[in-house]
Structure formats: C-alpha cells, structure tokens
C-alpha cells in the first residue's frame, strides 16, 4: 500500500513563547523563553493531479497559528495545581485586564494581552506539537472540507535538535 504527503519545514513556521515546565517531583523550571520552529507533514490520497495537495494552500495555516502564538506567555490550562486567574478592569487591573498565574509559592501578574492558556497540562514540546496538531487538523478540515485528510506529523522544536513530535492518523 502506498501513501503520499507533503513536508513543510519552512523558516517562517518560527513563533518565540515563553513557558516553564513542571516537572513530576513538582519542581519547576524558570520562566524562559524559545524560538520555536513548527514542522508539519500532510499525508492525503493522491489526486488525479498527482497532489496531495497545493503547498500554497496549506502554508498560509501553518502561518497564521504560528503568528497567533508568537510573543505570547505559553500556560497551561490544566495543570492540577498551576491557577491562571483572569483579573478584569473592575478588578483595577489594566485595560484588557491581567492573568494572575500562581504556582506553589510563585506569583505572577501579566497583561491578559500577552498570556495564552492552552488545554494541556505543561507546556512541553510534546503538548505543544499534540495542540497544534488539533489546530491544524481543524482548520485544514474547515477550508479543503473536500480533501480526505489520512494523517498529519507535527514537530515542534525548542532547540536544534529536541523536538516533540505528534502523530494523527485518520479512522479509516
């Protein structure tokens, strides 16, 4: 059996977050930062073109979800003793409000503005390459609702050579 894809790998797919990982003794890293490169494989059947499917309509996805996390503290939503508070303007904070983060004996107070809460519990390469999976798989499935989507492969690297990569298959 044979199956086709597209890789993407494109200098573009770049987003800086910051983060902390927690680590399973409960320690934690320091809040720091990443320069994060996105790499996405597309597998489809083969159409009667010979495409999976046209580069130039699949870039522009990867494109704009990297924009949206660019420059923007990473959270996660769901770890059991990580708070993410939002604090609103009658609250006195900011325009836009402000996220209170609270780990253990840790504070923080950001502008709501540069916080995104994501649906996982750390922020680690693998989580990250698993969400912006979803994301993708969601999109591409809103804009080619007429191109089988079999699989997709994301990697997320932090640095040369550490990635987490996320595998989706399609239930065929």
């Not at 990443?34 to 073109?49: D, G, K, M």
């Not at 900011?94 to 107070?109: D, F, H, I, S, T």
């Not at 080619?144 to 994301?154: S, Y």
Request: glycine share 6%; with cysteine.
């Amino acid at each position: 059996m044979k199956t086709w894809s597209i890789d993407l790998a494109k200098e573009a797919f770049r987003f800086s977050g910051a983060h902390f990982l927690i680590f399973p003794d409960g320690s934690a890293e320091r809040l720091h930062g990443h320069n994060y490169r996105v790499f996405v494989t597309v597998e489809c059947a083969l159409s009667e073109f010979g495409l999976v499917i046209d580069f130039n309509q699949i870039k522009p996805l990867v494109k704009t979800l990297v924009d949206e996390l660019d420059e923007h503290w990473l959270i996660p939503g769901e770890h059991p003793e990580l708070t993410c508070v939002h604090k609103s303007e009658a609250d006195g904070a900011q325009e836009g409000g402000e996220y209170e983060v609270a780990y253990r004996k840790r504070r923080y107070l950001a502008p709501a503005a540069e916080i995104i809460v994501l649906p996982v519990n750390n922020v680690s390469v693998e989580n990250l390459a698993s969400w912006i999976a979803d994301q993708l798989i969601e999109r591409f499935m809103g804009k080619f609702p007429d191109t089988p989507l079999l699989g997709m492969k994301v990697s997320v690297e932090e640095t040369l050579g550490q990635r987490g990569v996320c595998h989706w298959h399609a239930d065929v």
